[in-house]
């Protein structure tokens, strides 16, 4: 039996859905640390690692067993802050493992959202992108085996295709704090798999109106970012919609189209 001792010197409560900020927060510490020093971690950073990895391995093993969906979300942030700084061989044992997890909470869309609370689970979508950003530092193959980058683009993109807060103006800090997570998620996709990603996102803007607008939505973020270097065929692709008659497509294409100027994919060079 694995515990780990809090402040008070409690063992790890697991139902306690706030348990995940504990170890969001050691995560941080030890990667701060990684990242500052000029040398191997001091001996009580390589002991919380230690238990971490512990956490880590004991969090997965548990995972079938939780059939509450809260508390594998809470889980999930966890899992991803923790595979930031667990041994990367250690990671990819479980990272499959992990992969599977993070796409069956992104296809529960109806068990994790209500009318009175109708957006992405903020832990859900933090705890993907982290663990998307541990595989892309592990070993990016991962996510090209057996579809899973399809199907993450595909789960991802069906929260930001779904109507409501996310695709409305005048978006509360909590949806905007949802909706940077999950541009987040596409960001370390897009800046690895750039043809997939975009390609994924061009084909989506010839479906529904949904779609159009979290396509559109979803690729103006990415031309005002890193990824925007990796974009392809945006103004080839992003022709049927000159035509499209619905105010907010043409609104969403127009600011669409500036974001390519600046990021100098139209062929003029940015704008002023």
Same mark, same amino acid.
């Given at each position: 039996m ?17 348990f995940a900020?504990d ?9 701060s ?5 000029s ?9 919380a690692?230690?238990?971490?990895? $512990?956490?880590? =391995? &004991? ?7 939780w #059939? %509450?969906?809260? +508390?594998?979300? !809470? $889980?999930?942030? =966890? &899992?991803?802050?923790i595979?930031?700084?667990?041994? #990367? %061989?250690?990671? +990819?044992?479980? !990272?499959?493992a ?17 009318? !009175? ?7 859900l ?9 541990a595989?892309?530092d ?11 980058l399809q ?11 779904l ?30 798999f750039?043809?997939e ?6 084909h ?6 949904e ?17 925007a ?16 008659q ?18 100098d994919?139209?062929?003029s060079?940015?704008?002023?």
């Open positions: 694995v515990s780990c001792a809090t402040d008070h010197g409690d063992p790890l409560d697991t139902h306690d859905l706030t900020r170890f969001a927060k050691a995560s941080k510490a030890i990667r640390a990684g990242k500052s020093a040398q191997a971690l001091p001996d009580d950073f390589k002991k690692a230690q238990i971490l990895g $512990a956490v880590f =391995a &004991l969090v997965m093993s548990a995972w079938t067993s #059939k %509450d969906p809260n +508390l594998r979300v !809470a $889980a999930l942030e =966890a &899992l991803g802050h595979s930031l700084v667990i041994p #990367k %061989d250690q990671f +990819l044992t479980n !990272a499959d992990l992969l599977e997890h993070i796409i069956s909470l992104l296809s529960r869309q109806g068990a994790l959202t209500s009318p !009175a609370s109708p957006l992405p689970p903020l832990q979508l933090r705890g993907a992108s982290l663990a998307l950003q595989c892309i592990a070993d990016p193959e991962i996510l090209t085996l057996e579809n899973t199907t993450m683009l595909s789960s991802l993109f069906a929260w930001a295709a109507k409501g807060p996310l695709q409305e103006s005048g978006l509360s800090p909590e949806a905007l704090q949802s909706q940077a997570e999950l541009f987040q998620c596409f960001e370390i996709l897009a800046e690895c750039g043809r990603s975009f390609g994924f996102l061009l989506k803007a010839k479906g529904s109106r779609d159009r607008l979290a396509s559109l939505m979803v690729l103006r973020h990415l031309l005002g970012g890193r990824a270097s990796g974009a392809v065929n945006i103004v080839e692709g992003m022709q049927q919609l000159l035509l499209d619905d105010p907010a497509v043409g609104l969403m294409l127009g600011e669409l189209l500036v974001a390519a100027a600046n990021a994919l139209l062929g060079g940015p704008t002023e």
